[in-house]
């Protein structure tokens, strides 16, 4: 691998033309394509390759001769290294400018979407310190810039994983995308941890004792913090739990997971409350007058990670949606049922669909909570689900609300919204090349209308986007 790389030529004094996928910067040298990350539009570099095909190259930048006009000093000390705020370096609006594109470039190319009803981006007004939950991991092997001072094996880490090396976590001193105290509480853990001799997990050889620590937070000022260890025995966990109620009041809900499987996922595995509430709550306030809104969040709930701007996405899907009070609407893959009981006092029934059953149970719980008997919500495939039958018993949808996982609808899910045909679809998309491709199917019957892109996740690639889809006479 060396050798081959070593190969590669350096690419000398090429301007970034682009932002491009995946977080990356796209330069052109003599029609070839290359990706290159941590730079900016404008930038001119001297290019090192370290991948080659036919079509397109990857490298990394060496060695900087001008700075683009778009660059801005980065916030977070872990930039360059921690893959999550690739684009931390590039001024907002500029952010915003690419994410515009971005969402365009994919609905005309790859969808042959009519663009011209597409309305400027909304973007954040919090770009730091927005997000409302962070899932960190412990690792006894830490990502180091300089390994060579020390035996990376004997470093265990508490932060992120460093993209495309499952084993390997960066030690995070400071992160920028959650308010205090999260990174006061992270640093704590770290540090008793250490100070005790708690062993961090090996997902190489699976062994270890701290595995996961999760922290969420509402705009009311309450905080869950979840550690995940991958042992029945709690003697070495409940003095750390002890120690953080102790130094963080804040903390309204404590909670613990034993992890004894092979992989970090924990939506199977029983939650286990050790001081506080099972849940936390979130307040989200009405669309044009209606009631305010409280959401239970527990351990396995789904919220929009940036709460101020799901307030805006949630209006725009209800001014798109342009609801009648004698309305029948599904929402469909509705999570929590979020988007449901923001839209439910402005139609005459609701009926939410979701394949995990645990949100499901929240849906209904938050329904309840809300004071909302014109609810119903099923859990299941919803490939399985949405059959002619199911809407015979439930009531033939004037509006359906749609939005999918990033692999976007399955073929059958489209079929059966072509054959009920709603006066309306207002499809909610966290990938826009996968919304493209079921654009594209549903224009049998179907024009597209208003498109509104909505920026959740300042300083990363990803964008979310809403478009109107009209029944055609």
Not at 209 to 230: C, D, E, K, P, Q
């Amino acid at each position: 691998m060396g050798r081959r790389n070593r190969e590669l030529p350096l690419l000398e004094r090429v301007e970034i033309a682009d932002a491009g996928a995946e977080g990356m910067a796209v330069a052109k040298v003599d029609g070839l394509v290359v990706f290159v990350p941590f730079v900016v539009p404008g930038d001119i570099v001297d290019i090192q390759l370290y991948k080659k095909k036919k079509s397109y190259a990857e490298g990394r930048a060496v060695q900087f001769h001008s700075l683009s006009p778009l660059r801005v000093d980065a916030v977070c000390p872990h930039f360059g290294v921690c893959g999550g705020c690739k684009w931390q370096t590039m001024s907002y609006p500029a952010q915003l400018e690419a994410k515009q594109r971005q969402v365009r470039d994919n609905l005309e190319r790859l969808g042959g979407v009519d663009c011209s009803q597409m309305r400027p981006i909304c973007g954040s007004e919090q770009i730091y310190y927005y997000r409302n939950k962070l899932e960190f991991t412990f690792s006894t092997r830490a990502w180091r810039t300089n390994p060579g001072e020390r035996d990376e094996h004997e470093l265990g880490a508490l932060g992120f994983h460093i993209p495309q090396l499952f084993d390997k976590v960066l030690p995070i001193e400071h992160c920028a995308l959650q308010t205090d105290p999260s990174n006061a509480i992270r640093l704590a853990v770290n540090d008793y941890a250490v100070s005790h001799g708690m062993l961090f997990y090996d997902i190489r050889n699976h062994t270890g004792y701290l595995r996961n620590l999760v922290v969420r937070n509402t705009s009311l000022g309450h905080w869950m913090v979840i550690v995940v260890v991958a042992d029945t025995d709690t003697t070495p966990l409940l003095p750390l739990l002890d120690m953080l109620h102790e130094r963080f009041p804040e903390i309204t809900s404590l909670q613990y997971i034993v992890n004894q499987k092979m992989n970090d996922s924990y939506a199977d595995l029983e939650v286990h409350t050790y001081i506080g509430e099972d849940h936390i709550e979130e307040q989200m306030a009405g669309y044009a007058g209606g009631r305010p809104l409280h959401f239970i969040i527990n351990p396995k709930s789904f919220y929009q990670t940036n709460s101020a701007q799901a307030q805006r996405l949630y209006s725009f899907v209800a001014e798109l949606a342009e609801l009648k009070p004698t309305d029948t609407l599904y929402d469909l893959y509705t999570g929590t049922g979020t988007i449901a009981l923001f839209l439910a006092d402005k139609v005459r029934k609701v009926v939410g669909i979701e394949y995990v059953e645990e949100a499901i149970a929240d849906a209904r719980v938050n329904a309840a909570r809300n004071g909302f008997s014109n609810t119903t919500f099923y859990a299941g495939d919803m490939a399985k689900v949405l059959t002619e039958e199911f809407i015979a018993a439930n009531g033939r949808p004037d509006v359906v609300v749609t939005d999918p996982p990033r692999a976007g609808m399955h073929e059958k899910v489209v079929a059966q919204l072509l054959a009920t045909a709603p006066r309306k679809i207002v499809y909610v998309s966290c990938n826009p090349a996968t919304q493209a491709r079921d654009l594209k199917l549903l224009a049998e019957r179907y024009d597209v209308g208003r498109i509104q892109p909505v920026d959740m996740f300042p300083h990363t690639q990803h964008v979310e986007n809403i478009a109107e889809l009209i029944l055609r006479p």
